[in-house]
């Protein structure tokens, strides 16, 4: 999971250091956009749903934050 979560934020934004990053949201490393492609491509990689509640900051300042929130989702299933 690790891995294909890298992999699309690197297509993302190939600048980022995401592996050191860990406030990709509070220092505004990724924008609105970003979190808006983020979303979109999390949902098709990990085929979940991801709700207007779970765009909190704390699920995408790092990609432990994303890990999580995927987890979250595929036991809810």
Excluded: C, W, Y
């Amino acid at each position: 999971m690790r891995e294909e979560i890298m992999e699309i934020l690197e297509e993302l934004r190939p600048d980022v250091d995401f592996e050191n990053e860990k406030q990709l949201i509070t220092d505004g490393i990724l924008e609105s956009f970003d979190i808006v492609s983020l979303v979109g491509e999390l949902s098709d990689a990990f085929d979940i749903e991801l709700r207007v509640e779970d765009l909190v900051p704390d699920n995408f300042n790092s990609v432990e934050g994303m890990i999580d929130l995927i987890n979250s989702h595929l036991e809810d299933e």
